[in-house]
């Protein structure tokens, strides 16, 4: 399995981004999906997991009311929709598959893409 992201950039405090990781080669139907971000000298943490019916949503506290994560099944793709965007969340952020969405919860994965740069400037 292949995880694609893309969508990443610079951006001012208060704007908005959306992320978008493609899942290719072998098929991750019926899998979770998530996202995680890496702050320079900090280590990888969880932000969001979406469950293969999207029905069990999971986000780190420190973006609820403030990042959506959904899919499209069809398209094989996962979706992070970033609104009021703080200094602080500038980091590398990187799509993962894993077979529910608290497996992603608790750092638990199967699959990695790579990362796309999100950096935003108060």
């Known amino acids: 399995v292949q995880l694609q992201a893309s969508g990443g950039g610079l951006v001012q405090a208060g704007g908005s981004l959306r992320l978008s990781c493609a899942a290719s080669?072998?098929?991750?139907?019926?899998?979770?999906m998530g996202w995680f971000r890496q702050a320079p000298g900090k280590e990888r943490e969880f932000v969001a997991s979406?469950?293969?019916?999207?029905?069990?949503?999971y986000y780190t506290d420190s973006v609820k009311g403030r990042f959506t994560i959904s899919r499209d099944t069809g398209k094989n793709t996962v979706y992070l929709q970033m609104d009021s965007l703080k200094p602080e969340d500038t980091a590398v952020y990187y799509c993962?598959?894993?077979?529910?969405?608290?497996?992603?919860?608790?750092?638990?994965?199967?699959?990695w893409g790579q990362g796309t740069q999100v950096t935003v400037s108060s």
């Open positions: 979406i469950s293969w019916g999207g029905g069990t949503l």
């Open positions: 993962a598959a894993a077979p529910t969405a608290l497996n992603l919860r608790r750092g638990h994965t199967e699959y």
């Open positions: 080669g072998r098929t991750v139907s019926g899998s979770a």
